[in-house]
């Protein structure tokens, strides 16, 4: 076939963008971090609701880049900035007052479809990479999550002398808190460490099947890549999306593998070498541009994997599943797309 398959998902609502938003730097471009801080919404005091933890969870202590934080009694006032850390909470039953919205969502709360346990009451909608501090404090929280975020340590300091703040893994910053550790150390901070293991379990027994119910995808080589305003690039091993598909048997492609660094989540990609994404399947999703600009690109169309149908380009509400990597969301993306995975690279 010639040409790209174009997929948006069931339930995804087309746009003129991919409806990521962006940061101003082409390295956070090719993460998929953006800034929204002139976002606004939600209602003025917000709506808590205490954690639920289980007897014993408290106090509970979270092992972060910057140190051991100990949470001394269940949070009622949860302030969620982290790349999909507000999700997580919504999926532990936890109401942030407080959140920051990365991927731009239609919905004004900045949640997807996917998500089961909505807000009763919408936050108030908060800054991304340029953040109101005083926003933050305004909401009076006892508790600001920020585990998937740049791990800047001004950022860090600031946010903890306004309450106990968790913030990215050890070794986890610049976005690379991997979605594993997010769910556990939130599951924590929220007095719910057993109920973050089921929500991992539900995750990996559903990747699970999918791969036992597609053995030939074993072994096949796979390009995750996008394009922005700002160019071409390629994700790597260190970002969740290859993650993704390496849950469903593939392998990174070799070609991008050797072009990524020790902690880049993305490479840079120029129009001279595309063929460098050639791969078994090759996947990609454009960034605040339009899709055509990926499918009816001619260096995009002399890639080997478009010629033979190898491709896939996902939109919508399916770019965002794939991106924020919360369990939710990744069951989402994975009952979209493995079916166009199946016709795509097929037996």
């Known amino acids: 076939m010639n040409g790209s398959r174009q997929l948006a998902g ?20 090719l993460s998929g971090c953006a800034d929204s801080s002139e976002q606004e919404g939600g209602t003025e005091e917000g709506g808590g609701e205490p954690a ?43 109401e942030p007052v407080g959140a920051s919205d990365w991927l731009g969502f239609e919905d004004p709360d900045g949640i997807g479809p996917w998500v089961q346990n909505p807000y009763t009451e ?54 690379l808190t991997e979605p594993e550790e997010q769910v556990r150390m939130i599951a924590a901070a929220l007095g719910q460490p057993e109920t973050g293991e089921e929500m991992l379990t539900e995750q990996e027994d559903a990747f699970a099947a999918a791969a036992q119910e597609n053995p030939e995808w074993e072994g096949q080589s796979v390009t995750v890549a996008t394009r922005t305003a700002e160019g071409w690039g390629a994700y790597t091993e260190a970002d969740g999306r290859v993650g993704f598909l390496e849950d469903l048997g593939f392998e990174q492609n070799p070609e991008i593998a050797e072009l990524g660094g020790e902690g880049e989540f993305s490479v840079n990609i120029s129009d001279e070498q595309l063929e460098l994404l050639d791969a078994d399947l090759l996947l990609g999703f454009p960034i605040f541009i339009e899709e055509t600009e990926i499918t009816e690109d001619a260096g995009w169309l002399s890639i080997p994997a478009v010629q033979d149908g190898r491709d896939l380009v996902i939109t919508g509400d399916l770019a965002n599943a794939f991106s924020l990597g919360t369990p939710e969301a990744q069951i989402y993306a994975l009952e979209e797309l493995a079916p166009e995975i199946e016709g795509t690279v097929g037996p």
């Open 10 to 29: 069931s339930h995804a609502r087309r746009s003129a963008s991919a409806g990521i938003a962006l940061a101003a730097t082409a390295a956070l471009l």
């Open 52 to 94: 639920q933890g289980a007897a014993g969870a408290y106090p509970a202590s979270i092992e972060t880049e910057f140190g051991e934080v100990t949470i001394e009694q269940a949070p009622e006032r949860v302030v969620a900035l982290g790349w999909g850390d507000a999700e997580v909470a919504l999926d532990l039953g936890v």
């Open 122 to 175: 919408s936050p108030e909608m908060l800054g991304t990479l340029e953040l109101s501090y005083e926003a933050v404090a305004a909401l009076e929280p006892d508790l600001i999550l920020d585990v998937r975020s740049s791990g800047d340590q001004e950022r860090y300091d600031r946010l903890s002398s306004i309450a106990p703040t968790v913030g990215v893994a050890p070794e986890g910053a610049n976005y």
